[in-house]
């Protein structure tokens, strides 16, 4: 099943982000590397606000890490145009805007690993990194940068 398929089956529908806007673009190709900017935790109407071990527990930070994810596969479709050409999630960059005393990032950064996974397989497999920061713009709960290997 297509990467497309698998996200539709889970209720999903990527649209390529919008490309040419403001300072930066939302994803940069280099050769066979895709870099996504760092996507804050909103997807559709629903934004993740506030520190994760205070205001958001565990759960809700891992769907906004999930929501994230999304995101950096909308970046992604908008420089590859097809998901389908992911043959590797390589790096997962994923900051957590966490409470005081707050040290359980990995678990909240799982939910961009669980899906990157869920949707590509074994080439979602990826190496990665879940810090915790006093504070994101924003307020946001999460942001994620992706790095994915693609085909031509």
Sequence with gaps: MSAEAKLKAMGYEIP???TGQGKIEPAVRTG????????????????????????????????AARACALGCLSALKSVVGDLDKVTRVVKVLGMVNAAEGFTDTPSVIHGCTD?????????GRHARSAVGLYQLPGN??????IIFEVKD
């Design 140 to 145: 946001y709960a999460v942001e994620i940068e």
């Design 115 to 123: 899906l990157m996974n869920e949707v590509f397989g074994a080439a």
């Design 32 to 63: 066979n590397l895709v870099y996504t900017s760092g996507n804050v935790s909103r997807w559709g109407d629903q934004s993740y606000i506030g520190k994760v071990g205070k205001d958001l527990t565990v759960e809700q930070g891992y769907t």
């Design 16 to 18: 390529a982000a919008e």
